[in-house]
């Protein structure tokens, strides 16, 4: 039972923080920097949004083994592949014929979508599964070249900020305001998840 329960954190939660994820695509005052980058792949090259995900999830995948000189993380292919398939969800379906008009509900948008997001994380992350390739990416690089977190995560979004730049994609106001705030929303979430799931476990 607390393996089903963990996993329900997990499902839910990476349901939940794609449902911010495309909010803040969707409110088109700039997105977070992985974001934006598969947005401009898909503008430019074609593909869904999702599919972006999971194929510069896999991509990290190949990097962060190579950085930490270990085997490839296979597990957190299955958890970028969840996450991709749930954008395409909610971007075809709830968000495929939506669009925010004036300033004020996209800024709006944007700040709903980073809670949401801030939430969705914090579950997710409460299930010990597999992370991301891109969360792994910024713990091997904090590993690699022995940096704090901090500066890790801010290599981590200069590294899709620069192509992302290049290639044109929804980099703007929202981007600085998502890079600096969904860490802290997480970790306003994260202890009321964590003794949550710890009463459930007790509980069943």
């Known amino acids: 039972m607390k393996f089903f329960i963990r996993f329900l954190f997990f499902i839910l939660g990476l349901f939940i923080m794609t449902f911010g994820i495309c909010l803040t695509i969707k409110a088109d005052i700039g997105a977070g920097a992985w974001d934006a980058l598969n947005v401009a792949f898909t ?3 074609g593909l869904s949004i999702g599919l ?3 194929i510069n999830g896999a ?3 190949i990097v962060n083994s190579i950085l930490i000189k270990r085997r490839p993380d296979l597990f ?3 958890t970028i592949v969840v996450i991709g398939s749930m954008v395409d969800f909610w971007m075809f379906t709830v968000f495929e014929f939506w669009e925010a008009d004036l300033f004020i509900v ?3 948008t944007l700040l709903l979508g980073i809670i949401i997001i801030g939430f969705g994380a914090a579950a997710y992350l409460q299930a010990r ?3 991301s390739p891109i969360d792994n990416y910024m713990l091997a690089i904090k590993k690699r070249f022995r940096v704090n977190l901090m500066v890790a995560k801010t290599i981590s979004e200069i590294t899709a900020l620069i192509p992302a730049f290049f290639l044109k994609g929804p980099i703007g106001l929202g981007t600085i305001i998502i890079t ?3 860490g802290p929303f997480i970790q306003l979430f994260f202890p009321f998840l964590e003794k949550l799931m710890q009463r459930l476990q007790a509980k069943y």
């Open 43 to 45: 503008e430019r090259i």
């Open 52 to 54: 972006w995900v999971m």
């Open 129 to 131: 599964f597999p992370q």
């Open 59 to 61: 991509f990290l995948v």
């Open 180 to 182: 600096f705030s969904i």
């Open 106 to 108: 996209k800024l709006g």
């Open 76 to 78: 957190s292919l299955i």
